[in-house]
């Protein structure tokens, strides 16, 4: 086992792990003070963006019961929970790995019965959700913002989402990004007239998710397929573009079955179009979208952001998730990662107002060590901080140099510095303007 940590051990490479251990697993990092305050910022905006159209916010726990959480996973999801014993009851529970689960059960507990009659609720939640890494660069953990619409099955509902999520990211300052749109039977219905078998469908959806048309071709060899629905399921992979593209392709997809999911694709961007001209441009089709076949039922929606690897945001329609909890109703929504906003918004070189607040430091000279002097200084700092909104701190032990250091590092305007005066007495200098009053100092000392 390593040793303790000691400054032998520590290593000025701080690419190096500490003591030659890796300080946390794969897929987890540490968000630090000016991050974190963005990060919260992102939330705390997107959040009053949705409440401005009626959503309501949840909280849902951390850990649930596997059995209940796991009827709205897949079984790929459900091998990637996180699961251990509870100590207590002996059951066997899991972190949170997805939060539409969770609304599928708090609806079914607290509106099922509204629900049932055609009511509908909107909600949304902030939450970190974790999950099994597939690999090492895959994350393991994930801050989201989400919405859900529960109890409308109509484009309506899907538009609204899809409108309200461009409000969002307008609003944290993202000027570039596009929204893919994508339905489940458009792709399925072409696979389906593959003759390979339930494992050539596993392996045409795999292929089909890498956008892999040779892979296609390879396996489709040598079987019973017809032709044209071989050349079909190749050119999903390159069926991408403008809504317009849902015209150009009718003729070949519509006599395989995908009639149905080209019309509501049709539908929604119709209906975009005329609800949300803002989003002229920004709407995009991939018709060859096939993750999360057992899991959507129809639209499928993913926002792309220059600088992010990963979508910015993702959901769609999941009409069937609801009855596995008991409320049979239809249900769409949407999840934004904050990791990959930050991501994007930092490639775009757009750094929001995080909305911290001004600051102001209250500082110990040296050798200031008397309680009346730690009083005083407690004072001053709780003083500055009832005006306003202010942020008021102490620290002890400070130069006057250092202390204008150490308010400009962290982020304060002003500066109390408190010294000893006559008689013993505290003596108070203040600064309103760190910086300048800094460089006056300087010249003044000099």
């Not at 792990?17 to 974190?36: E, Q, S």
């Not at 209250?362 to 306003?388: N, Q, W």
Request: aromatic share 6%; charged share 30%.
């Amino acid at each position: 086992m390593p040793g303790p940590m000691n400054s032998r051990a520590r290593t000025t490479n701080k690419a190096e792990p500490v003591d030659g251990f890796a300080p946390l697993p794969n897929g987890v990092r540490d968000i630090y003070p000016d991050a974190c305050r963005r990060q919260r910022w992102m939330s705390r905006t997107m959040i009053e963006t949705f409440d401005r159209w009626g959503y309501e916010p949840v909280n849902t726990p951390s850990i649930e019961l596997f059995d209940i959480f796991g009827r709205g996973l897949a079984e790929r999801e459900r091998r990637r929970c996180v699961r251990f014993i509870d100590p207590g009851s002996g059951a066997l529970v899991t972190l949170r790995s997805d939060v539409t689960p969770q609304i599928a059960r708090l609806a079914s507990q607290r509106y099922g019965d509204a629900l049932q009659r055609g009511d509908t609720r909107r909600l949304c939640y902030t939450a970190d959700v974790v999950r099994q890494p597939d690999g090492r660069r895959e994350r393991a953990e994930f801050h989201q913002v989400g919405v859900e619409f529960l109890g409308d099955p109509s484009p309506a509902a899907d538009a609204e989402l899809i409108t309200m999520c461009g409000e969002a990211l307008r609003a944290i300052g993202l000027r570039s990004f596009k929204i893919d749109l994508a339905h489940v039977d458009v792709a399925a219905a072409v696979l389906a007239r593959a003759d390979v078998g339930a494992k050539g469908q596993a392996d045409l959806r795999r292929a089909l998710e890498r956008k892999d048309e040779a892979a296609i071709g390879l396996r489709l060899a040598d079987t019973d397929t017809p032709p044209e629905v071989v050349a079909a399921l190749r050119e999903l992979c390159w069926m991408y573009g403008a809504p317009e593209l849902l015209d150009r392709v009718d003729a070949k997809l519509r006599p395989l079955g995908a009639g149905p999911g080209l019309d509501a694709l049709r539908e929604l961007t119709a209906l975009l179009s005329m609800t949300a001209p803002e989003l002229d441009g920004r709407i995009t089709i991939d018709l060859g979208e096939v993750r999360g076949f057992g899991y959507y039922s129809g639209v499928r929606v993913r926002a792309w952001a220059p600088g992010a690897p990963t979508p910015v945001a993702r959901g769609g329609r999941y009409d069937h998730l609801l009855a596995r909890f008991g409320v049979d109703t239809s249900a769409t929504g949407l999840a934004l990662d904050l990791d990959a906003l930050a991501v994007s918004l930092a490639a775009a070189d757009a750094r929001p107002d995080a909305g911290r607040a001004a600051g102001c430091l209250v500082a110990l000279a040296p050798g200031l060590e008397a309680r009346d002097a730690h009083a005083y200084a407690a004072s001053e700092a709780r003083r500055r901080r009832s005006v306003g909104e202010r942020r008021a701190w102490v620290v002890a032990g400070l130069t006057r140099a250092r202390a204008f250091a150490v308010a400009a590092a962290d982020g304060a305007d002003e500066l109390v510095y408190i010294a000893e005066g006559e008689r013993g007495a505290c003596a108070r200098e203040l600064y309103r303007r760190v910086s300048e009053d800094w460089a006056r100092v300087r010249e003044e000392e000099t």
